[in-house]
């Protein structure tokens, strides 16, 4: 037993050496093409997993990454609390002060930047079910709401690292851009937690309006507790701890707790942990070298091995469907950017301006590889369809940087 125990974990450990190590490979690569290093490590996940590798030396493959669900376990385990962290981090890039402020033009903009592209989503699995030919979800509705929710959230970590290298985060379409991000992101990961949280046994008998309404308590709870409670711990932790790993010591234990707490009551986890970082993003406001010593550690060691992981997932050639990825391409790009657009433009903004912020919410990137991975994990989709949203995560990002420094005449250098 004690053999067969240390040959999964010396499996383990060296699958995720290799996991690491195509993420660098590849995540230096792209930075170089000036691309989003998270492009990179999908595609050194592609390479190592059944695409490429499965399918020229399967022998290796197999070797790498054996059938053995107790390796499998143990490495889903070190991924999910890897993208608690990293959710968290991106929950601590949301600024609510920033949409209060703006609020009707944020409101505006991020309403049809999200109903469009999500009616179009989900019409499309009701008005051709056959088209999407997915089996795995318990009913069509399930599949549309997933659909929709999929095809209109944005990516506010990738936007975020695009508009600082576009020198415009502090800029008005800059803030116009991560404020309505912002919101969409909300609502999405909501419906998400909302969807997943309707396939749980202890919520088989509540509807879903109800189910929404206790996501929307466990959110406003979570955020309430985290702006009042926690500037004043942040204090007393200055005061009495070593910093800043004391710090650091007292999150991970908030953030797993909310997340045990979240997935124990149906939600997922990686819901808990982004709110987490939502309602503590004002307290955390003057911890520039404790959030910059967080970032750090997820963007170089927990962030790639999980988008290396989504290559590993599905073989992206056997279930590249080609129409049904041109499908979920157009009517993400086209929803999003149109609805986007129409709000800025309603709200007074320029039409060049107003495109520039559609093709900036327009990047889906790591947020939509996660959103995929969830729903696959879960059982919501299929891998045809699980390809065909991280390809279209894909593509959005590789088209939001460049065609935002086109109509804005901005100088692009990404360095992450």
């Known amino acids: ?68 669900p107790n390796i499998a376990q143990e490495r889903d385990v070190l991924l999910t609390v890897g993208m608690l962290f990293f959710l968290f981090s991106a929950g601590l890039e949301i600024n609510l002060t920033q949409i209060q402020q703006r609020k009707w033009k944020i409101v505006l903009i991020s309403a049809l930047g999200f109903l469009i592209p999500f009616f179009i989503g989900y019409s499309s699995v009701i008005l051709l079910p056959d088209f999407w030919n997915h089996t795995t979800a318990s009913n069509t509705l399930t599949l549309a709401l997933l659909i929709g929710t999929a095809l209109s959230i944005s990516a506010l970590p990738v936007i975020t690292r695009i508009l600082m290298d576009l020198h415009m985060l502090d800029q008005e379409v800059g803030i116009v851009v991560i404020s309505s991000a912002t919101i969409d992101d909300l609502i999405g990961w909501s419906l998400l937690a909302v969807i997943i949280s309707s396939l749980s046994p202890s919520h088989s008998d509540r509807n879903f309006f109800t189910i929404l309404i206790e996501i929307a308590l466990f959110a406003i709870l979570i955020i309430g507790f985290g702006r009042r409670i926690g500037p004043p711990v942040l204090r007393w932790a200055h005061n009495t701890m070593t910093w800043p790993s004391g710090l650091i010591s007292l999150l991970a234990i908030y953030i797993l707790f909310v997340a045990a707490t ?35 550690f997820v963007i170089s060691f927990f962030a790639p091995i999980y988008f290396v992981s989504i290559g590993l997932k599905a073989n992206f050639l056997a279930n590249f469907d080609v129409p049904l990825v041109l499908l979920v391409i157009a009517i993400a790009t086209i929803g999003k950017v149109a609805g986007v657009s129409l709000g800025a433009i309603i709200s007074g903004t320029s039409l060049r301006e107003s495109c520039a912020i559609g093709f ?57």
């Open 262 to 296: 979240a997935e124990a009551i149906g939600i997922h986890a990686f819901f808990g942990a982004f709110i987490v970082g939502v309602s503590l993003n004002a307290a955390m406001n003057g911890e520039t070298r404790t959030k910059e010593i967080i970032r750090q």
């Open 1 to 68: 037993m004690a053999e067969i125990q240390n040959y999964d974990l010396i499996t383990l450990f060296f699958q995720v050496s290799v996991m690491l190590g195509c993420a660098l490979l590849f995540g230096q690569l792209m930075r170089k093409l000036n691309q989003p290093a998270v492009l990179g490590e999908l595609i050194g996940g592609i390479i190592i997993g059944p695409t490429i590798l499965g399918t020229l030396t399967p022998g290796i493959y197999n070797a790498l990454f054996p059938a053995n």
């Open 360 to 416: 900036g919410m327009n990047a889906r990137g790591a947020i939509e590889m996660i959103l995929a991975s969830v729903a696959l994990e879960h059982q919501l989709i299929d891998q045809r369809i699980f390809v065909a949203l991280v390809t279209m995560a894909l593509v959005t990002s590789l088209a939001s940087a460049p065609l935002m420094q086109l109509l804005m005449k901005k100088t692009l250098r990404i360095h992450v």
